[in-house]
């Protein structure tokens, strides 16, 4: 079992930075590839990112490609989404969540996803 819990969202500039954290809890944080994706209003959960269980492998949404990191630290069970650039179609509610599928391109897909925070929300006002 593993607990998500994110922060870091709030109201930001277009043109603006946030660093969203997902702290997790557990021994087998090591174990699980991690990703993040976000809703906005009226509209499907997509994926922004993913990394894999060692942190040497990433995949990012082509929108927010050079413009978003995302980073792991193992020994602290965290994940964090560096997001840069922002733009008022970033604006959502962004979830981190676990997976413990192996594949790359299952990262892709939220039915991959075992475990899910609860979520925290970015403004990009403009």
């Known amino acids: 079992q593993v607990q998500l819990v994110e922060s870091g969202g709030g109201l930001v500039q277009a043109g603006g930075s946030l660093r969203l954290s997902c702290a997790a809890s557990?021994?087998?944080?090591?174990?699980?590839?991690m990703g993040w994706f976000r809703q906005a209003p009226g509209k499907e959960r997509d994926f922004v990112a993913a990394?894999?269980?060692?942190?040497?492998?990433?995949y990012y949404a082509d929108s927010v490609k050079g413009r978003f990191t995302i980073s792991r630290d193992n020994a602290k069970n965290m994940v964090y989404l560096q997001m840069n650039s922002l733009k008022p179609e970033d604006t959502a509610v962004y979830y981190c969540?676990?997976?413990?599928?192996?594949?790359?391109?299952?990262?892709?897909?939220?039915?991959?996803?075992?475990?899910w925070g609860q979520g925290t929300q970015v403004t990009v006002s403009s």
């Open positions: 990394i894999s269980r060692n942190g040497l492998t990433t």
């Open positions: 557990g021994r087998t944080f090591g174990s699980y590839a």
């Open positions: 969540a676990a997976t413990v599928a192996s594949r790359g391109s299952a990262w892709y897909h939220q039915k991959e996803y075992n475990y």
